[in-house]
């Protein structure tokens, strides 16, 4: 008899802090309305009505209509054409599944949150949401989960035993995140596990990368970019707004993971350091959009994922290059 999935330790209310495996489960009714299929009307006559903007895995019957000029014969259905005497093409669109691999950050810089959330817990619920969506869509979905020292991964599976283990994984990694987290911090982690997804996405699957991008570099940048040349790439890049509106007084306390400063607002100086650092990072991660040619989606550890996801994937005007 096959035995029940056993799940990580439970609390009973969300806090913000941590996120449990059940809290993670819980999101699947919510991921029912997202799609990460951008869909546009198709130029060519023979393509069916609308077009992925994402590759698909081969060819599915739409629907039968009257000939065009310009129709390639070859498209005639020849038995449905002799019994209504008017010739009638078979109209293919593309098939839509395919692999999905997630890749999910719970390294200690994720470990802040200003408002509502840790940066580390609003990546959690965006990388489940998108892998309940994506096993909604009948696709197996999979992936990594890190940390500054685990690299943990679950293969992708058409299963929803294998999506919860995934989730398990993520709060797993999220409850070890504390502040006397005691391994150093791992810039070049997120560079690993793009290594490891470039060795098994070879083709047509969909990577979601979801992370703050601490620590990305050129690297970074080169491992997205061959991703992206053959497979479909989304970045949900997971913020929280507290740099973006420093208080005018004060001072706050920081902390790299191994040590500690204290940095005073109220100083013009030091609130212009800060200032430019998050802007010279943001400007960088959304010329990665521009010049890779991959959405890189905001969000928001001060708001509710799920709605924020929802909005991002319905407004987005991303379009992958076509191979």
């Not at 994402?54 to 129709?71: A, H, I, Q, T």
Request: hydrophobic letters at 40%; proline letters at 5%.
């Amino acid at each position: 008899m096959r035995q029940p999935l056993q799940v990580s330790g439970e609390r009973d209310r969300e806090d913000g802090v941590h996120v449990t495996t059940q809290e993670l489960i819980a999101l699947e009714g919510r991921a029912r309305d997202l799609t990460f299929v951008q869909k546009a009307r198709s130029r060519q006559q023979l393509a069916g009505r609308m077009q992925s903007a994402m590759r698909g895995r081969g060819l599915v019957f739409e629907e039968l209509r009257e000939y065009l000029p310009g129709d390639d014969v070859r498209s005639i259905d020849w038995r449905v054409t002799a019994r209504t005497s008017r010739p009638v093409v078979r109209v293919y669109g593309e098939e839509k599944e395919r692999p999905a691999i997630l890749v999910v950050d719970q390294r200690i810089n994720m470990f802040f949150g200003s408002r509502l959330a840790m940066k580390s817990v609003a990546a959690a619920q965006a990388a489940m949401l998108t892998a309940w969506r994506i096993l909604g869509s009948g696709d197996r979905v999979g992936g990594f989960v890190f940390d500054d020292q685990t690299i943990s991964d679950v293969k992708p599976h058409r299963s929803r035993n294998a999506v919860i283990a995934f989730a398990d994984r993520i709060a797993s990694l999220n409850g070890g995140l504390n502040a006397t987290y005691a391994f150093p911090p791992s810039p070049a982690a997120l560079d690993e596990v793009l290594h490891r997804v470039a060795e098994i996405a070879q083709h047509d699957f969909l990577v979601v990368v979801v992370s703050d991008f601490d620590g990305h570099s050129e690297t970074t940048r080169q491992l997205l970019l061959q991703l992206s040349s053959r497979n479909d790439v989304v970045c949900l890049l997971v913020y929280d707004p507290f740099l973006l509106d420093l208080p005018s007084s004060g001072d706050i306390v920081v902390s790299g993971g191994t040590l500690q400063a204290e940095l005073p607002l109220g100083q013009p100086a030091v609130r212009r350091s800060i200032d430019t650092v998050a802007k010279d990072r943001g400007d960088e991660l959304r010329a990665w959009q521009r010049q890779l040619g991959l959405p890189m989606l905001p969000i928001s550890a001060a708001e509710e994922v799920a709605p924020q996801l929802r909005s991002l994937l319905e407004q987005s005007a991303w379009r992958q290059r076509r191979r």
